[in-house]
C-alpha cells in the first residue's frame, strides 16, 4: 500500500521537476566562477573549463547511456542524484584544498554525468504518461530545468554571504541529495508498462548513418549555438547600448556600474522567464500543429526576424533598447523551446520505444554546441572591424546560421512520417 496517489502528477511530474530542477542549478555558474577563480588564484578564462566541460560532459553521457535510461529509469535517477552530488560536493572540497583539477574533475566530468543522465531520465516517462499532450508534459519538466538559476541564484548569493563559498556547495549539495532521491522514489512508469529493446534500426549506430537524424541534429546543435552565441554577450551587449543613452554617458565607471545593476539584473531575470516559457510554449504548440517541426520553423524565422530588424535598425549602434530587448527575450523564448520540442519531435520520426536512445544520441549537439557557441561569439566580436561597435558583429554571423537550421528542419519536415505517427494525427 502506499500513501502516495499513483498518478501521473506523484509518478512524472513531480519526479521530473525535483530532477531537473536539482541540475538546472548548472546554469548558475556565473553566481560564483570569479570567486572560485578568485580562491584558487587563477584567471577566470581557466576556471571556465568547469562549466564547459560540465555541458561537454553532460552532452555527451546523455549520447553514451541513453539505452540504460530507456531500460531501467529507477537506476538512472539513482546514478544521476549520486554523480551530480558528489561532484557538487567534491567542487566544494576541491577549493578548500586548493585543488584547481578537482574543480574540472568533480564539477566538469563527475557532475556533468549526473547532468546528463538526469536531463534524460524523465522524459520518456513524461511522454508515457502524458501520451494525449507529451510536447506539454516535456515542456513543463524542462522549463524546470530553465527556471531553475532564477530559483537557485538568489539562494546561492544568500548562502555565500551567510556561510561562505565552500559551505555554499556543501548545504546546497544536502538540499539536492533530498530534492533528487525524492524524485527517484517517486519516479514510475505508468501501470502495464513493459521494456521491449529497440530493433536494430534504432539502435545508435544504424541512427548516425540517418540523413533524417542528422537533419534534427544539425538544427538542434545551430539553435543552441546561436543562443549561446547571444546570451553569453547579453550583459556587454546592454552595457554597450546603455552607455550611450545620455542619461549614463556621462557617468564614470563605478557610478555607471551601480546605475544599471539593477535594469540589467532586471533584463536577465525576464530573459529567463522567456526561455521557461519559451520551453512550456513552444512543445506545447506542437502538440496542435500537424509536424511537430513547425515549431521549430516558427522558432527559426522568429529568430531570423528579430536579428534583420538589429540589422536594419542598427540598434546596437543607435542605442534602441526595445529593439534589442524584443531580440534577446525571443531568442531566449526560441533557445529553451528548441529543447523542450525535441523530444517529441524524435518521437514524430523513431517512435517512443527508442526515444531515450534518441534523444541522448541528439543531446551529444548540446556538447558540442557548449564548446563552440561561446568561443564563436568571442572570436567574432574581438576580429570586428568596428571595435566600438563590435558586439552588433555577432548578429549577422547568428543570422546566417538561424537560416541554414532553417533549411535544415525544412528537409526534416519533407520526410514522410512513419505510419504509425501518421494514425496518431
Known amino acids: 500500500m502506499t500513501l502516495l496517489p499513483d498518478n501521473r502528477w506523484t509518478r512524472a511530474v513531480a519526479p521530473a521537476l525535483l530532477l531537473h530542477i536539482s541540475i538546472g542549478t548548472v546554469y548558475c555558474w556565473s553566481v560564483f566562477k570569479q570567486l572560485i577563480a578568485d580562491e584558487l588564484h587563477v584567471s577566470s578564462g581557466t576556471i571556465e573549463w568547469g562549466f564547459s566541460l560540465a555541458i561537454f560532459f553532460l552532452g555527451m553521457s546523455a549520447a553514451f547511456l541513453g539505452p540504460m535510461v530507456e531500460k531501467d529509469i529507477k537506476k538512472s535517477a539513482l546514478i544521476a542524484t549520486v554523480c551530480f552530488v558528489v561532484g557538487f560536493a567534491g567542487t566544494g572540497a576541491s577549493i578548500a584544498l586548493h585543488f584547481t583539477p578537482g574543480v574540472f574533475i568533480f564539477y566538469g566530468v563527475i557532475m556533468g554525468i549526473g547532468l546528463g543522465i538526469g536531463y534524460l531520465t524523465p522524459v520518456k516517462n513524461l511522454m508515457l504518461w502524458f501520451s494525449d499532450n507529451k510536447g506539454m508534459a516535456t515542456g513543463i519538466a524542462v522549463a524546470g530545468f ?21 559551505n555554499m556547495f556543501y548545504v546546497l549539495a544536502a538540499v539536492y541529495t533530498v530534492m533528487m532521491l525524492g524524485g527517484f522514489l517517486l519516479i514510475k512508469r505508468p501501470s502495464g508498462y513493459v521494456y521491449e529493446k529497440p530493433s536494430a534500426e534504432y539502435r545508435r549506430g544504424a541512427l548516425l548513418k540517418k540523413p533524417l537524424f542528422w537533419g534534427i541534429w544539425i538544427a538542434f546543435y545551430l539553435n543552441i549555438t546561436c543562443g549561446l552565441a547571444l546570451i553569453s554577450q547579453e550583459k556587454d551587449i546592454l552595457k554597450d547600448l546603455l552607455h550611450q543613452i545620455p542619461r549614463y554617458a556621462s557617468m564614470s565607471s563605478s557610478e555607471f556600474s551601480i546605475a544599471i545593476a539593477g535594469i540589467i539584473g532586471t533584463i536577465l531575470a525576464v530573459d529567463a522567464l522567456f526561455n521557461a516559457l519559451g520551453r512550456v510554449g513552444f ?16 522558432i527559426f524565422v522568429m529568430s531570423i526576424a528579430v536579428c534583420v530588424l538589429q540589422l536594419l535598425t542598427n540598434s546596437i549602434g543607435n542605442a534602441l533598447l526595445w529593439a ?6 525571443l531568442i531566449n523564448a526560441g533557445y529553451g523551446g528548441g529543447f523542450s520540442t525535441l523530444p517529441v519531435l524524435l518521437d514524430q520520426h523513431f517512435g517512443i520505444k527508442a526515444v531515450s536512445t534518441t534523444h541522448g544520441l541528439t543531446l551529444s549537439a548540446w556538447a558540442i554546441a557548449g564548446l563552440s557557441g561561446n568561443q564563436l561569439a568571442s572570436f567574432v566580436v574581438s576580429h570586428a572591424s568596428d571595435q566600438a561597435h563590435r558586439y552588433a558583429a555577432v548578429i549577422p554571423v547568428i543570422t546566417a546560421l538561424y537560416a541554414i537550421a532553417l533549411l535544415s528542419i525544412w528537409l526534416v519536415s519533407r520526410v514522410k512520417l512513419p505510419q504509425t505517427a501518421v494514425a496518431k494525427q
Open 146 to 166: 530553465g527556471l531553475a538559476k532564477a530559483i537557485a541564484s538568489p539562494v546561492m548569493e544568500f548562502l555565500i554571504e551567510g556561510v561562505g563559498l565552500v
Open 283 to 298: 512543445a506545447t504548440l506542437s502538440d496542435h500543429l500537424k509536424r511537430r517541426e513547425s515549431s521549430y520553423k516558427i
Open 324 to 329: 534589442v530587448l524584443a531580440m534577446l527575450f
